[in-house]
Every structure is written in structure tokens, then in C-alpha cells.
């Protein structure tokens, strides 16, 4: 077999390109919490924060195509292991887990975000897919507003005399222009999020995407090959800590919106 | 004591199966598991029926025959112990017990609890060893292995290649067995020449052999009779990462 | 029924009608020499078949354990095509795996003086001076070829820092000379054998028959020829031909029903093989290994052994007095009550320079001594006392755990008791068979083109087998010799010697394996497989196990054909043969134990000494000991069938020793 289907299509392979796109969506998950988190440096910082990676161009279509990529990898592996899976085992147990050494019931039955990998992910993907309409194509059918977060721009310049402030000073509704003026991201976020289901669902899926992380970290390093029963648990602890400190983070700002700790 | 037992019964492996119930009379608890099944079939053969079929061979845990999965447990769950080591103490009276074969794909059944593992073998035919000819070897000596890797090499080849790990997932995927038996010969000095060549082999075969994927849940660990590592999985990965990147470079 | 079974019979006997048969004269075909030149010069005088011609030779190999394996890989190597067979469903699991405690081999890496000629000797010693001298002189000299091949194989022996070999010493040596590899030696090098027959197997040279169980062997001009074969599956009855027929079948341990070999183990291939010709040799010899799990029950299917190092440490003892005795069976009195005047400490009485250490026979003997005299601990009758106690106070309870830690989690795995607390109970149990198939140096038996190795031969352990020695003979053999042995009949016989599977000859063995198959099955009576496998059992375990005498093995010959009717009309087998059928197999195999046990008591029965693990309760020292009678009893025994309902002849293969002074045993 060839280098290229060694890669893809062994199981092993299939593993790895899941652990390297996963650490990959990693990176990418904990970027953009950070560049979530500036909400709370006020409107300027986040709004200037999404000005510049706007100015990026080029590059930020090529990040924007490795990370769809990645997504694509990841989903695809996912699906074809999860296939592969279903059909190797097509019988269920009808006896219930119910070891001799009834103590030891927890190690056999694998814990829950283990088991639910594939369910989790999709529904990931799913949210993510909303999530992208919602702020990043700004469908306005589905943001629970009348608003439509097309028409929220911000004033770049900082101009004393008219007493607009740089990144901060909304412009009127039907001024500015997609890729003329900045997005006033700090104005559509706590629109956004003012809508309280939106915000639980937000909240849900975050939830559902630590609970994938918390297996899929420490899985990766198994799949990579890095795992030993030395590291397992410093590794395992990396990732239930990564999971809560991003979930925290994601969280924190829907929250501090719905309880208007930030306008 | 007195029990009851929900058996899986299939004459074959192109015919459905389905669960019959027999009792289990006057169990003693000193009484192996499989020995409450000789008793238990030697009354259905009083009765002129066909006795429930069971592979089992050595009874003392070693050869790796006895396949059954035990209240959902494959083996029974008492930790470290094969079916055939499993006593009846552990029971109370008046338990109902279930008693399954192995469910894979890669496993079908023969007849009741009667599993064909020959996929097992296929992946050792594959590169599951180190050609040597009779004979032509150095003496035994001349290359020292460091105590740690020939013990850590025997953690591994303790795999009494049961199918229990494969009984256990719910991806039905023989990572441990095949991580076992890749980790054996590459931790050993005589299986470096074939490294790369039975890392692609084995996997490719097991792949072939229709066993799901990893998902590091850990119940092949947990159910494993000799108690084998998942770090051996992580180790098998890390083989098929290097013969990639051999495979690449060269 | 029984008509039935008449028809089947002057069939077999129709086949065999030869005369060459009366005449029969075992010519052991030793080469001359001196003892230590002999192999190497019989390696040169054997011919050799031309490489180009190897693939066009056929082998059969039966039995898949460390002998027929390593033999079916070898011969594969060698270029021969090679069909090997097994009942388990993966050669891997042959019962040699079972084997724990290690390998010998003459490497002196210790450098404390072993050399192939002390392994020899103490070979010879051990089996109590009735094995052949040179092929245990052959068996020491290979052994160390064994070690470097398995460790070629990547077979991962115990190592000490430095990254060499560990040795440690096992009973009957004063060397440290045996490898092995945690407690799972047997599995392990099991695994390496296996490990090469795959690779034979992936190469096309061997093509493998799982699930699969010889039920004849077929004879064609006086020469084994080929098989025929059930497939467990399926039940399909297959015939398979080929130059060369070898058995590597294991012991026949089971024919007591409590044995520590496998369910599976069974006699089947060597007994069809003597009754279709080949001499049974010393068939009397068992070996009963002193530490063993006592039988809990009726239930019991199988026997666990315990390491025998259990006794470096553990103090063997009953009480003193009967009624004490009874009270612990009764559960009324707890062993930790009895005080230390009132227990006997039987071996260290007796033995006091060995103490608990002493041979495996004599300990075996001890136990079942004071249990027949009423002093069992267990309510079976059956049991004594194995006590850490002392040893626990001495080095306190971590190093016990740590010396013996897995052995003693073994014991509560299957007693639910404590070692660490209670004493355990241990009783002896039949281990291992040095008899089998008889052979010539080439290992051949007298009939030409069949070959039988490891412990389905009887060659090199005479009366008695030493630890660590099994692993070693049954590797010796498929590694080292056969593969070369095995091209001199080849060579002498040709290519062309090899029926097709639609001679008469398979034809008619195929149709006696199925009319035995349908008789099995249409018998209809009332009683299981099993319970005539125990019956049997008990039988032979009571008259022909660890103690013999003329009447009880008298009593027996008469028993086991009143038993074996018995079995033939009132025998129940559910199920039909074409599908898997459990009942069926163990049928078939307890018939031929039926049989096969009254060759056991007679071969018992003329046996007039005591030898290893043959004790004959008339034949002993004032003391208790086995007393040998090297005049008379200096021989194999090795027994040629007649015909059904016929008595078998006794044929005698005199043992000379030119090396080797033949002493008595003493442990005092």
C-alpha cells in the first residue's frame, strides 16, 4: 500500500489524521475564546480585534480554508470510523454490565463522553453551522431579533471634534459597508445574546463541546501514541482542566450579557 | 444454590439464535462457572436435548479458549480471571445469569457460545512474528536485552489472544490484541528488521478482518484477563507513526 | 446395537492382516559409538532429500502444542508441504501452554560445571533408569539450540540487569539450568513456535486445520500413509495422504477424568495409530505431581496445579490423630487451634535431610499415605495441609507475597481461602505421561512412515520426568531431530510413495470412522459421555494411580470391560454429527480411553517393581521406597494389538546403560 493510503485508509491512519485535525480545531477553539474574552476590554478592543484579523485578507482565507479542512477531516474520519464501528459490532449485549467485582463496573463501563464522541460531535457541527450563520453570514431570519447584523458597522477614525470615539461609536443603521467599515461585533454580540434562548443554546452546545474535549483531549495523545499509564493521568487532567477553563471562558460571556454585566 | 440462566442458543452461524432459560439446580459455590455448565448440560442431555455448547480447553486461565460474556461481562468481571477461573461463590442464590457469546462482526458465532476467532489468527499469519529459520540463530546471549524492555516485552506477550478486549467494546475493535502482540516483537532486539513491515501488516490485517476502531474507552483493559496496558495501544500508534514516517522518508 | 458394532470390527482387522505383524522386532536403531558422537554421526549417515525434491514430499503433522508446531514450521522451512492439525481453535493453544515453570537446557551460563553430560545424567537418574541412554544424551545436547532459537524468536525470557539469561535451579539438579519466562514459560515459547508456524503458514508451506480432530490414522502396504479427519464444524469426515504421517499428540493424562491436562487432551491419535499397528510403549508410566488444588466436589472437571516451589517455603503436615482429623473435616476445628505436638509434619519425619523438598513421586505418595490412613483435612478425604505459617513468621508476610504472591491469589481464586491465613490444601494429581507411542532413535515408530513426538512418544523419560524437562523434549524433537530423521524415510522411500486419498484403503478407514460416528449416535441409551469418562476416571485413578498392587489392577481389568459394555449400549449422545457437537467428540474420546485403560493396568500389572512414577506397593524398600528390579524389569514395554478382544502382546526393548551406573534412589 501506498504512503497516502497507509494514511487514509487504515484505521490507524484514519486515527491519526482525526488526532492532528482535532488538535488542530483545538488551537482554533481556544484562539477564538481568547479573542471572545476581549469583549470584556470593552467595545474597542474586540471590535479592533476583528478589524485587524479582517485586514488579514489572503491570509485569513487560508486559515479560514486549513480550519475548514481540518473540519472536513475531522467529521470525515468521524463518520467513516463511526461507520466502520457500527458494523463490526451489530449485536448488543442483552445482559447489563454487571461485573462480579461489582466495584469495578465504572472501569469497564467507559465513561459517558467517551461513549457519545460521535453524537456530541455532530451536534457540535451542527451548532457550529448556526453559529456561523448567526454572526458570521448574519442570516437575520435566525437571530431572534428584528435586527439584522449586516447593518452594524463602527466609526475606525478617531475623530475628537465629532466626538466619536475609534471602535466604539456605532454608525446609523444603513451607513457602512461589508469590507469598507469595521463590524461593530461588540454591538452584534450583546444583541445577540440579549436573546435568552439563543443564549441557552449556546451554553448547551459549549457544553457538549468540553464534554467532546474532555475524552477527545486526552484520546488524542492515545492516538498519537503519546499516552503511557505514567502520563495518563497529568494528561487526563490536562484535559477535564481544558475543558472547564473553556467552557468557563465561552460561557462567561452570554452570561455576563443576559445579566448585563456588559451592555 | 438455586439459579437461573438466559443462554444464547444457535445451532449455527447462518441461522438466527435466541435465549432459552434453563435452571441451574443445587449450584455448590466451590463450583467453576463452567462447571455449573457441565452440570447444567449434562441435565439437558438427560432430558434428550442438546447440550449448550462452550469452548473451553485448559480451565486454568492460560490457553485462552473459554469465551463467554457474563451479565453483560466478558469473562464475568472479576478482575484479572477468565471464565474458567470464575467461581460460583461469587453468585447468589436465586440470580438470573445471563450468558452471551462474543459479539463481533470479526467473530461469528459457531454454535451458541461458540465463537469463530480465526480472524485472530489471520492477523498473526500476517507479520505477527520474526522470521528466523530453524537453526540459524546466534546463541542466545550474544544480544543482551535490557531487563525493562524484556519485561515490559513479557507485559505484553501475556495476551492469552481470548477476545475478550474485542467482547468489550462497543467498536467491537481489537486494539489490544493486535497492540499487544505488535509491542511483544517491537520491544524486543530480534524484531527490529521487521519493525516497520509487521507494524503495517498486522494493522492492515485487522482492519481487513472488519474490527472497529479505537475510541479509548477502556474496556478492553478492564475486562482483560492478564489486565494488559492501553499504554500498548498508545505504543502500537506510535509504531504505526514511525513506520509512516519511514515509509515517507525512505 | 451390538451387531452393529460386530459389523465394524473384522473390518478393522481386515486391514491390518498381515503377517509381518507376529514377527515384530523393535530395532531401536541406535548408532554405534560413543554416546557423546552418536547424533552428530547418525546426522551424517542419514540421507538427506535434494532440496529441489523437498516440495514435492506431503507431510502430516497432528497436534499443534510446542512439538508438532515447532516440527509442522521446521519442515515447512525446509521446504516440505506440510498440513498440520489441531482440535483447539488456534494452535496456540495447545496444552503445552500450561506449562509454568521453565525449560531446560545445558548452557552453563551460570557457569557452576552443567554440561549436556550432567543433564543427561541427572535425566537418566531422574526417570529412575528406564529411558533410553542415547536419546536423553541427544535431548541434552540440543537443548541449547532450543534456547537460542526461542530467543531468536523474540520469546521474552526473564533477564538480569546486564541483559542476560536468568536461570533459576528446579528439583532433581544441582545446577541452575532452567529458563524461563514468568510463570507462563510453556505459553511463551509455546507462542514463539506458534509465532514461526505462522510465518509458514502465511508462506504457503503450511496449511493448517483447526477445529479439526484425527480420528484414524490410514495404513497402506504396512506404511502410514495418512489421516482422516473430522472437521468439529461441520462434522465433514476428510481424508488427507501423504509421504509421511507424524503424531504429535500430547499425553494421555485424561484417562483418569481429574487430570491437570485440558478438557480437550485426549488419546485418540495414538491409540488409533496402535491399533492400526504401532506399539505402545510403557503406558504404566504416569506422572502425579504432589501440588495440586484438592477436588471440591463431584462437579469437578479438572485439576489446577500449583508450582511446586510452593514447597521451598511451605511446611507440609496432617494431624496426628485420626479423630482430630475427622473434626477438621467435619469443620468443627480450625487448623490455626491445633497445636503444634499434634501435627505431623510427614515429610520432614520422614525425610529429614529433604524434608518437603523431596521427588514428586514421593511426596504424592506421603499425601495419599496418611490420607488413607484416615488424616485427610478435607471432607473429600482427599487433602493435606501445605502451611506458610512458619514461613510468613520467618520473613513476614510481604516477602511471601512477593515470592509467591500470584500462587496464592491463584488458590483463592478457586477456594476462596486465604493462604495468608489458613493453611492451604494441597493433594497430588496426575500431571503428565511418560509413556506413549514407542520409537526409534529416528522417532519412528514400528510403523514405518509414522513418526510420534514430544509427550506422545515415551522415549526420554523413562519412569519419571523432571521438571522443566517437557518443554525441552517436545521442542528437541519438532526443532532439532525429526526435521532431520524425518528425511531418511522420505529419501529411502521416494516420491512416488504416497496414495491417493481414493485408495481403497482411505476409503475403508473413512467408512469405519463414520459406522463408529453413527454408532455413538444411535445408541440411545441413558447415560453421558461424561459420566463414563469419570467412572473410568475413578477406576484407574483408585487401582492404577499413585499406588498399585496385582489385585487392584486385577480388580480393574475386570471393571473397565464391564464398563466399557456398558458404555456401548447404554451411552447417550444428542445431536447429529454434521454440525458442531460437543457430546459427540468427548464420545468418541472416552471410548477410546475405555479401551486404552486396560492396556494401562496390564502394562501396570506385569510390571513387577516399583520405579518412578510406576510404585507397586509390593515392590518396596522396608522403609516405603520404590524398590526397581533391574534384572528383570531393565525394558520398554511395549504392547502390540492382536486384534479386538484379543490380548495384546508384549514386546520388550532391553535398556542398556554403558554410561550411566544404575543406583537406588535415596531422599532420607
Known sequence: MSLASNIFRTSLGRKYLMALSGAGLFGFVVVHMLGNLTIFAGPAAINQYAAKLHSMGPLLWIARLGLLMMVGIHIWTAIKLASENKRARQFQYEGTIEPVDIHRKNDIVSRYAARTMIYSGLIIAAFAFYHLAHYTWKVPQINGLDADFETFYVHEEDNGEKQITAYTTAMPIGEGAEGENAVDVYRMVTTGFGVWWISIFYVISIGLLCIHLSHGLSAMFQSLGFKTKASQKLINRFACTAAWLLFAGYVSVPISILLGFVK | MNLKLRVWRQDNAEEAGGFEEYEALDISPDMSFLEMLDVVNEDIIADGEEPIAFDSDCREGICGTCSMVINGVPHGGQQGTTACQLHMRHFSDGDTIVIEPWRATAFPVHRDLIVDRTSFERIQQAGGFISVRTGSVPDANATPVPKEDSDLAMDAAQCIGCGACVAACKNASAMLFVAAKVSHLSLMPQGQPERTRRAFSMVNQMDEEGFGNCTVTGSCEAVCPKEISLDFIARMNREYGRALLKKGCS | ?668
Open chain 3, 1 to 668: 446395537m451390538a451387531t452393529k458394532k460386530k459389523k465394524n470390527i473384522p473390518k478393522a482387522k481386515a486391514v491390518k492382516k498381515t503377517s509381518r505383524r507376529s514377527k515384530l522386532i523393535l530395532d531401536s536403531k541406535i548408532p554405534d559409538g560413543p554416546i557423546a558422537e552418536k547424533w552428530d554421526k547418525h546426522r551424517f549417515n542419514l540421507k538427506l532429500v535434494n532440496p529441489a525434491n523437498k516440495r514435492k514430499y506431503e507431510v502430516i503433522v497432528v497436534g499443534s502444542g510446542l512439538a508438532g508446531a515447532s516440527a509442522a514450521a521446521s519442515l515447512g522451512e525446509l521446504g516440505y508441504n506440510v498440513k498440520c492439525f489441531c482440535y483447539q481453535d488456534s494452535p496456540r493453544r495447545a496444552h503445552s501452554i500450561a506449562a509454568q515453570g521453565g525449560i531446560n537446557a545445558a548452557k552453563n551460563y551460570q557457569n557452576d560445571g552443567d554440561s549436556a553430560y550432567r543433564l543427561f545424567y541427572d535425566t537418566v537418574k531422574g526417570g529412575d533408569y528406564r529411558s533410553r541412554e542415547a536419546n536423553v544424551y541427544r535431548l541434552a545436547q540440543v537443548s541449547v539450540d532450543i534456547i537460542d532459537q526461542c530467543a531468536a524468536q523474540g520469546v521474552p525470557f526473564a533477564r538480569e540487569y546486564g541483559g542476560l539469561l536468568a536461570n533459576r535451579s528446579f528439583g532433581g539438579a544441582q545446577v541452575s539450568r532452567t529458563f524461563y519466562a514468568r510463570g507462563q514459560t510453556g505459553q511463551q515459547l509455546l507462542l514463539g513456535a506458534y509465532s514461526s508456524l505462522n510465518r509458514q503458514i502465511s508462506l504457503g508451506k503450511v496449511e493448517m486445520h483447526t477445529r479439526s480432530e484425527m480420528l484414524d490414522v490410514v495404513i497402506v502396504d504396512g506404511h502410514a500413509k495418512g489421516i482422516v479427519v473430522r472437521n468439529m464444524i461441520t462434522g465433514e469426515i476428510s481424508r488427507h495422504s501423504a509421504h509421511a504421517v507424524v503424531l504429535a499428540t500430547g499425553g494421555y493424562g485424561n484417562v483418569f477424568f481429574l487430570s491437570t491436562n485440558a478438557m480437550g487432551c485426549n488419546v485418540t491419535a495414538a491409540y488409533r495409530a496402535y491399533k492400526r499397528g504401532a506399539c505402545f510403549a510403557n503406558p504404566c508410566f504416569t506422572q502425579i505431581h504432589p501440588t495440586c488444588i484438592p477436588v471440591s466436589g463431584d462437579h469437578q472437571s479438572k485439576l489446577t496445579l500449583m508450582s511446586e516451589s510452593l514447597r521451598n517455603d511451605g511446611r507440609v503436615w496432617v494431624p496426628k490423630d485420626k479423630k482430630i482429623a475427622e473434626k477438621i473435616r467435619k469443620g468443627e476445628v480450625k487448623p490455626n487451634d491445633i497445636a503444634d505436638k499434634d501435627r505431623d509434619y510427614f515429610l520432614e519425619r520422614k525425610y529429614p535431610s529433604f524434608g518437603n523438598l523431596v521427588p514428586r513421586d514421593v511426596a504424592s505418595r506421603n499425601a495419599k499415605e496418611v490420607c488413607d490412613e484416615g488424616r485427610s483435612v478435607v471432607s473429600s478425604g482427599l487433602g493435606v495441609y501445605l502451611d506458610f505459617a512458619d514461613a510468613i513468621k520467618r520473613m513476614g508476610e510481604n516477602t511471601v507475597r512477593e515470592r509467591y504472591g500470584n500462587l496464592f491469589d491463584m488458590y483463592e481464586k478457586i477456594t476462596g481461602s486465604n493462604a495468608y491465613q489458613n493453611p492451604m490444601t494441597i493433594y497430588p494429581a496426575v500431571h503428565y505421561t511418560m509413556g506413549g507411542l514407542w520409537v526409534d532413535y529416528n522417532l519412528m515408530s514400528n510403523l514405518p512412515g509414522l513418526f510420534a513426538i514430544g509427550e506422545a512418544n515415551f522415549s526420554d523419560h523413562g519412569a519419571n520426568r523432571l521438571g522443566a524437562s517437557a518443554l525441552m523434549q517436545g521442542l528437541a524433537d519438532g526443532y532439532f531431530v525429526l526435521p532431520y530423521t524425518i528425511g531418511q524415510y522420505l529419501a529411502e522411500n521416494g516420491i512416488d510413495n504416497r496414495p491417493s486419498i481414493d485408495d481403497t484403503a482411505f476409503s475403508n478407514v473413512q467408512e469405519q470412522v463414520e459406522s463408529r460416528i453413527d454408532t455413538l449416535l444411535t445408541i440411545n441409551g441413558e447415560r453421558t459421555p461424561t459420566s463414563f469418562h469419570r467412572e473410568l476416571g475413578k477406576v484407574m485413578w483408585d487401582k492404577c494411580g499413585m499406588a498399585r498392587n496385582k489385585k487392584g489392577l486385577e480388580e480393574a481389568l475386570r471393571k473397565i470391560p464391564k464398563l466399557r459394555k456398558e458404555f456401548w449400549q447404554n451411552l447417550s449422545v444428542p445431536g447429529e454429527n454434521a454440525a458442531l457437537n460437543q457430546s459427540l467428540e468427548h464420545a468418541g474420546r472416552v471410548a477410546d480411553f475405555l479401551e486404552f485403560g486396560e492396556l494401562m493396568c496390564r502394562d501396570a500389572l506385569q510390571r513387577e517393581e516399583s520405579c518412578g512414577g510406576h510404585f507397586r506397593e509390593e515392590h518396596q524398600t522396608p522403609e516405603g521406597e520404590a524398590k526397581r528390579n533391574d534384572d528383570n524389569f531393565s525394558y520398554v514395554s511395549a504392547w502390540e494389538h492382536k486384534g479386538e478382544k484379543k490380548i495384546p502382546q508384549l514386546h520388550k526393548e532391553s535398556l542398556v546403560y554403558d554410561e550411566v551406573k544404575m543406583t537406588q534412589r535415596s531422599y532420607k
